[in-house]
């Protein structure tokens, strides 16, 4: 298309099924999308996203000879890219495309307005349109990607990472902070539902780590600092003092998780007999459990907490990890009495149910309380312990003698990974665990491009889980390191070299030395460090910068569409 | 009359603070409708000319939302803005539109129910505050307050100085000096005055050549130190003298290259 050209714009808004067409009149806002300037067309979808919208869509560009194209529907965060290969297909560079978040933004946060929802959702394409008339074609940088991974974590989801890698033939660097492999499964005894030794299963992953010429393992280390982008991060770890850089072009976080000590609850620390169920299962491990009696399992203890700030969240295995230690005590010591005492049993996965079955059958007692009114714990001079319950099932108060007690705590995130989070550029959750970068359509990603998340870093998980997301990410993390170059966005900045007076100002704030002076003292920036962040340019003294896809016309032009202007006097 | 319902532009950057909106949209919480969104790859991005022609163009509240400190995704540009910000509400405060319709806020991408309070809050605020004064019965010169102020934050000067602030302030020079923060502060204080001043002098002469008298009238400021102004711009090739009136100069703005 030329400059003098007008744009012709295509508008596309989706009824997300219900998700958008419940609440916002989307025939409505069809039929004021094709009133605004440039507008050629526009029409309404039952899912822009379903192959039936996606081919309706490259239609029109044909039909209609669209040069813009703005689809009115979710958030670009996850389906910008898919929207942008329609375009391309239809022969439409994919910068072309602009997207209108009338979903997260709109119908899902008004619904209970759907007149101000649908108002808002006209001026949303409004300003969409405004910012599509001014796009431009772009083309994007290529970069080379190294085939090599840091495996931060050398727990069951790291090894696990680093093996289906290193056996795609990449090189793996794994990082571990302990000197040996293993991470929590080190600790534990025996693994439900199938009661195998976890020392059995562990030694087949660290012998498939040790006997893999691919992997480097680097323990024990920690990763101090991560610079770079996807395809060359540069990776400073330090391993036993000494400092070492890494150079890699993708990184798996896989620090996994703590187990919650709970200090102050239930006499916790004062008493040999008053332990963690993954104390007890180090007890159980080392033999050294001695012989029980009368068992008392609290569940949910400093977990589902109902404050701000707090442990809020459920840790998910904690049910199924107390009827496993319940039935491995009652295999060893028949005649154990065991009681768990529980809020909601959540014996989730395959084949758990039958496993809580049979310790109902094996005479275990589930006692039901509620979280208002816990279980009260009264240490006894002969080192025994009562637990005072009240059942709301059967609405008694009940005492139970213990010689044992176990408190099932939820897995927790480790205090040193706040600093890896802002050195990696990744967040972390209000639960303090990683954050994915979509939580149904892109769960082993970061946001950040090459970097992936696997095992109990990520949330509380058992082992196969953690297995099978681990596998998900060294298959994500492959893609790249497989095709070798990737493409990067062309959102970079750009210099106006006759305004441009030499004053490096740009050349201090760029966090990516992505611009330098030429011969001829003005700035330039290399299209390939820049990653677009603009900060060049919205500070540029001489106003000669500006960015690509981001201009400062184009984000005014969108800001400004949905303001009326003022001033009556 | 039905209730004022602001006008609110929010600028959000892509990586904490635009997918904590999307949170907000995830988990179904729900805010007031009156926040436009507009995604930039980093709060840095926003330009302190951006928020400023914003508001000329009849916004009630612009909102900038960015990551939190050290989680910035291109390391520190929320920080950088954190400074732009800063000089911008100086010069915000010298037009006659409230400083309060300026926000700048971090929300992090699991922070979706803190964006949704953040946004109500502001909203509600914007609400008390009123209608924009650029609809009120000052308007007009609010309107041309806003654009000198605009023609400063596009100024060398004091782009220059906010865009080092953080390299004077934090990092020491090649001498080993560090500009302690007050004193800097004081500086940018006085650049703001003197520009926002500078532009809004070029702004009254260009439609009529003005007296320094008339020019002190219409800016609230002693003759002396608008001639001092004038002094300066005539330097810079801002101002000329138009013609001579009795025994007064007029001045009249020249376009500025």
């Not at chain 1, 571990?176 to 499964?185: M, Q």
């Not at chain 1, 319940?326 to 496993?355: H, N, V």
């Not at chain 2, 609110?8 to 969104?37: E, K, M």
């Amino acid at each position: 298309m030329s400059r003098d050209e007008k744009p012709r714009i295509g508008v596309f808004v989706c009824h997300c099924g219900v998700n958008i067409g419940a609440v916002v009149d989307v025939p409505e806002v069809v039929e004021y999308a094709k009133k605004l300037l440039y507008v050629t067309h526009a029409e309404g979808n039952l899912y822009t996203c379903s192959s039936e919208g996606l081919s309706k869509l490259k239609e029109a560009i044909e039909k209609h000879k669209l040069t813009r194209v703005v689809v009115a529907s979710c958030t670009p965060r996850t389906h910008e890219p898919l929207f942008r290969s329609a375009c391309e297909e239809a022969g439409l560079n994919k910068y072309l495309f602009h997207m209108a978040n009338i979903r997260e933004h709109c119908s899902w946060v008004h619904p209970k307005e759907p007149k101000k929802a649908t108002e808002k959702a006209k001026e949303i394409i409004k300003m969409a349109v405004a910012k599509a008339a001014l796009l431009e074609p772009q083309t994007e940088p290529e970069i080379d990607v190294q085939p090599s991974a840091l495996v931060i974590g050398g727990g069951v989801a790291g090894m696990t990472v680093a093996i289906s890698l290193a056996n795609q033939k990449f090189t793996v660097n794994l990082v571990e902070k302990e000197s040996v492999l293993g991470g929590k499964l080190r600790d534990l005894y025996k693994l439900y539902p199938n009661d195998v030794y976890s020392d059995e299963v562990l030694e087949e992953f660290v012998q498939a780590v040790r006997s893999n010429a691919n992997i480097t393992v680097h323990m024990p280390a920690t990763v101090k600092h991560v610079e770079g982008f996807i395809g060359n991060f540069k990776a400073t770890i330090d391993h036993e003092g000494k400092e070492k850089v890494l150079d890699v072009g993708t990184i798996i976080v896989a620090t996994g998780a703590d187990v919650l000590k709970p200090e102050g609850m239930y006499n916790y620390g004062e008493h040999k007999n008053i332990v963690t169920q993954l104390e007890l299962e180090q007890l159980m491990k080392e033999k050294k459990l001695g012989k029980p009696k009368d068992v008392v399992m609290i569940q949910c203890v400093g977990a589902r907490e109902n404050k701000e700030g707090g442990r809020n969240y459920c840790s998910r295995i904690c049910c199924a990890v107390a009827v496993k230690n319940a039935l491995q005590i009652k295999e060893m010591f028949p005649e154990a009495e065991i009681s768990i005492l529980y809020r909601d049993m959540q014996t989730y996965g395959k084949d758990f149910e039958e496993y809580y079955k049979n310790a109902r059958e094996n005479s275990v007692q589930f006692i039901r309380y509620d979280a208002e009114d816990p279980p009260e714990l009264i240490s006894n001079h002969d080192g025994k312990h009562t637990v005072k319950v009240h059942d709301i099932l059967v609405n008694a108060t009940l005492e139970l003698g213990a010689d044992l007690v176990v408190l099932s705590t939820p897995l927790i995130q480790h205090e040193a990974v706040k600093e890896l989070s802002k050195s990696l550029k990744v967040p972390l959750g209000a639960d303090g665990f990683f954050f994915e970068a979509h939580v149904k359509l892109r769960p082993v990603d970061f946001a950040t491009d090459g970097i992936y998340l696997c095992g109990t870093a990520h949330s509380p998980k058992t082992v196969a889980e953690s297995i099978s997301q681990a596998y998900a990410a060294a298959s994500r993390a492959s893609i790249p390191m497989a095709l070798g170059r990737v493409r990067t966005e062309a959102i970079t900045a750009f210099v106006n070299e006759d305004k441009c007076t030499g004053c490096g100002t740009c050349i201090k704030l760029c966090p990516y030395s992505a611009i330098q002076k030429d011969e001829l003292e003005v700035a330039r920036v290399n299209d390939v460090l820049c990653k677009g962040c603009g900060v060049c340019a919205a500070s540029c003294p001489e106003r000669a910068i500006d960015m690509k896809h981001f201009s400062k016309a184009q984000v005014l032009a969108e800001a400004t569409a949905a303001l009326g202007g003022s001033c009556n006097e | 009359m039905s209730e004022f319902e602001p006008k609110i532009i929010g600028f959000l950057c892509n990586w904490c603070s635009y997918a904590g909106a999307d949170l907000a949209g995830v988990s179904r919480i729900q805010y007031p409708s009156n926040i436009r969104i507009v995604r930039v790859m980093c709060s840095g991005r926003i330009d302190p000319t951006i928020p400023l022609e914003v508001f000329i163009k009849g916004a009630d509240g612009v909102m900038v939302l960015g990551c939190h400190p050290g989680d910035c995704h291109y390391a520190e540009g929320n920080l950088y803005e954190e400074r732009k910000i800063k000089m911008l509400k100086k010069l915000v405060a010298l037009t006659g539109l409230e400083p309060e319709r300026l926000k700048l806020e971090w929300v992090s991408a699991s922070e979706g129910q803190r964006f949704a309070q953040v946004v109500t809050e502001f909203t509600e605020q914007i609400r008390k505050l009123g209608p924009s004064p650029i609809s009120g019965k000052n308007c007009r010169e609010i309107l041309l307050n806003l654009e000198a102020a605009k023609n400063a934050a596009s100024d060398f000067r004091l782009r220059v100085l906010v865009g080092r602030e953080r390299e004077l302030t934090e990092k020491c020079n090649v001498y080993e000096e560090r500009i302690p923060q007050e004193e800097f502060d004081s500086l940018l204080d006085e650049t703001v005055d003197d520009e926002f001043l500078r532009q809004k002098i070029h702004l009254l002469t260009q439609t009529e050549p003005l007296s320094v008298k008339s020019l002190a009238l219409a800016t609230g400021i002693k003759p002396a130190a608008v001639l001092k102004q004038i002094v300066n711009m005539r330097r810079r090739n801002m101002i000329t003298v138009d013609s001579i009136k009795g025994t007064t100069p007029l001045y009249r703005a020249l376009e500025v290259s």
